[in-house]
């Protein structure tokens, strides 16, 4: 799939793919008018690019353009390879059965031990299922990586890529694409880890994720599941950090289809109520001498949010 | 609140160029944050933001634009 953000028209993006050369899937998304953009859809739909290109370029509606021209122009962007194909962004099945508490972590880093520690601590205190919201490895070459996405199959716990995962997965961990010592399979295994995982807790639905990179892949869409949650809290507020644009997200709480949101990239420990949107922010596994999760637990009153720390040595 | 900028008379909407932006987009969004916007709806005017999570009765708009027209100048 393309995503394309076209210039000077109503959409905000334009989707769609190619195959053998054969247009495929066209949708205008954020915008437009809906009858004409399914109209062009369907008359576009399996026709070679080179074909259509002609009825497309020039036809002019607003600003010295048009809906079909932008989508002429991204084809032609398209079949000379300056717009790359997007993998679609990848969101978890949601996990069956009724979850009542959970615990979270975040930036494991390969950290087997600590894992290990959280899993059962968190176990005895009546969590049903352990989260992981992203750089469950660190690239650090020594079987830590292995070990840890291993002991994550094994434990069941639930886990989501981060932006060190993500690399891994694509043999391209470092800034000069160095080898990645992984084993196939567990890099295997990261790669069909979902970016955003979806679950229930009580009658309150939920969405985890780590945090901005996802925008920043070519697939993401401003208008796809759960982006309102993503730009929302890692743009607009950045992280949760920038409290004056608070009344700004309460207005754009009622395009988000979770009321729990979980995030973890900054390291920081942060819960944000807005409107009856639970927003938290889970920081890394290992902070000095501690192991650090989080426990959510539903209640009939709303959602408890506890941060808990374990001395590394114990 | 483009309908608010829609009811304007057509003698203002020829001095001004609307732009509406969505906060639901990455666009919208470094739009909203470069104006250093903090609440929905807001109105800037020549790049200032000048209402802010109101929608200003139309005399007060219409006054606020005029206070920033020159002629000559279209923005």
């Known amino acids: 799939m393309y995503v394309f953000k076209p210039q000077g028209v ?5 989707h769609f793919a190619l195959e053998n050369n054969a247009i495929k899937d066209v949708r205008m998304v954020g915008g437009g008018c809906i009858g004409n ?13 080179d074909k259509a290109l002609p009825f497309l370029r020039g036809i002019v509606c ?4 048009s809906c079909p021209d932008q989508l002429g122009k991204a084809l032609l962007m398209a079949q000379n390879g300056e717009i790359a194909e997007a993998d679609p962004i990848t969101t978890g099945i949601e996990e069956a059965g ?20 959280v899993y059962a601590l968190s176990k005895a205190e009546g969590a049903q299922a352990l989260y992981s919201l992203g750089n469950l490895t660190r690239g650090g070459g020594d079987g830590a990586d292995d070990a840890a996405v291993e002991l994550a199959v094994k434990k069941g716990i639930r886990v989501v890529q981060g932006p060190i995962d993500r690399m891994i997965a694509l043999g391209r961990f470092g800034d000069h694409g160095a080898e990645v010592s992984v084993k196939q399979a567990n890099r295997d295994r990261l790669l069909i880890t979902p970016l955003i995982r979806m679950f229930n807790l009580g009658d309150r639905h939920g969405v985890a994720f780590h945090g901005g990179f996802i925008q920043d892949l070519p697939g993401f869409s401003d208008f796809g599941p759960y982006a309102s949650e993503i730009l929302s809290v890692c743009y607009l507020s950045d992280y949760l950090r920038d409290e004056s644009v608070f009344p700004a997200m309460e207005t754009m709480l009622k395009h988000f289809s979770a009321s729990i949101v979980l995030f973890g990239t900054t390291g920081e420990w942060k819960h944000v109520r807005l409107g009856e949107v639970d927003m938290i922010n889970v920081g890394s596994l290992r902070s000095g001498e501690f192991y650090r999760y989080a426990l959510i637990e539903w209640t009939k009153g709303g959602v408890v949010v506890q941060f808990r720390s374990t001395p590394v040595e114990n | 609140m483009a309908e608010s900028v829609q009811a304007l ?19 919208g969004i470094q739009r909203f944050k470069r104006l250093r916007a903090k609440s929905l709806p807001s109105v800037a005017l020549n790049e200032e933001l000048v209402f802010e999570a109101i929608i200003p009765p139309q005399e007060e708009l219409i006054q606020a634009i005029m206070d920033r027209y020159r002629p000559n100048q279209r923005s």
């Open chain 1, 98 to 117: 009724e979850l009542l508490k959970l615990a979270v972590i975040s930036e494991a880093m390969g950290d087997s031990e600590g894992i290990e520690r």
């Open chain 1, 10 to 14: 109503c959409p905000a993006e334009i």
């Open chain 1, 37 to 49: 953009s399914q109209l062009i859809a369907g008359l576009l739909e399996g026709m070679d690019v």
């Open chain 2, 9 to 27: 008379p057509n003698d203002i909407k020829e001095i001004i160029e609307v732009y509406e932006w969505d906060l639901r987009t990455r666009e």
């Open chain 1, 62 to 65: 607003r600003n010295g353009t």
